[in-house]
T-cell receptor, first 114, second 115 residues
Framework: AQTVTQSQPEMSVQEAETVTLSCTYDTSESDYYLFWYKQPPSRQMILVIRQEAYKQQNATENRFSVNFQKAAKSFSLKISDSQLGDAAMYFCAYRGYNTDKLIFGTGTRLQVFP | NAGVTQTPKFQVLKTGQSMTLQCAQDMNHEYMSWYRQDPGMGLRLIHYSVGAGITDQGEVPNGYNVSRSTTEDFPLRLLSAAPSQTSVYFC??????????????FGPGTRLTVL
């Protein structure tokens, strides 16, 4: 069975600085999708970034980028120029190629200090 | 286009009571699912459905029932609530078939407390 591990329960960063959130996963599949979701205090789940395993190029969305290491089964999220609005819970998630089911990690709470 | 809606937003139950959490989507999505979110445990899949009349169990199905009579609605039923079911519940939907460019849409969540 696939698993997703987020080993950092909490992280903090100074405004305008860069922070990296870690995620590792375990799977025997060769093709799959990986996601980072943001959950602010409003509870709404917001998709931040998506990576398709067959693509070697790391995904980027404005200040958010990933470091996808397929062989190491690692999928970290880098937030550049951190803003106060980035403070939230961040979840890493996995989806197999032939399924619609998402498997989530336990989350990392990010605090941003002015 | 309202997306995924959930009602109620908050609910308090007593042990043994029953209730239904409602979920509806207006995007004609085939796939719908229910997750529960507990501190330190992320989101765990309860039940899911790939279309009207088709449901299946997820990771933590015990104590919950679902049905899918229409494409739009996917209610989650607690037949006899227990304190262990205190949680935040999310409904989500997407187009089915594992399409490469699809996105899973989440509802705003329901916070349930069982006393």
């Amino acid at each position: 069975a696939q698993t997703v591990t987020q080993s950092q329960p909490e992280m903090s960063v100074q405004e305008a600085e860069t922070v990296t959130l870690s995620c590792t996963y375990d799977t025997s599949e060769s093709d799959y999708y990986l996601f980072w979701y943001k959950q602010p205090p409003s509870r709404q789940m917001i998709l931040v970034i998506r990576q398709e395993a067959y693509k070697q190029q790391n995904a980027t969305e404005n200040r958010f980028s990933v470091n996808f290491q397929k062989a190491a089964k690692s999928f970290s999220l880098k937030i550049s120029d951190s803003q106060l609005g980035d403070a939230a819970m961040y979840f890493c998630a996995y989806r197999g190629y032939n399924t619609d089911k998402l498997i989530f990690g336990t989350g990392t709470r990010l605090q941003v200090f002015p | 286009n309202a997306g995924v809606t959930q009602t109620p937003k908050f609910q308090v139950l007593k042990t043994g009571q029953s209730m239904t959490l409602q979920c509806a989507q207006d995007m004609n999505h085939e796939y719908m699912s229910w997750y529960r979110q507990d501190p330190g445990m992320g989101l765990r899949l309860i039940h899911y459905s790939v279309g009207a009349g088709i449901t299946d169990q997820g990771e933590v199905p015990n104590g919950y029932n679902v049905s899918r009579s229409t494409t739009e609605d996917f209610p989650l039923r607690l037949l006899s609530a227990a304190p262990s079911q205190t949680s935040v519940y999310f409904c989500a939907s997407k187009t089915s078939g594992g399409a490469r460019t699809d996105t899973q849409y989440f509802g705003p969540g329901t916070r349930l407390t069982v006393l």
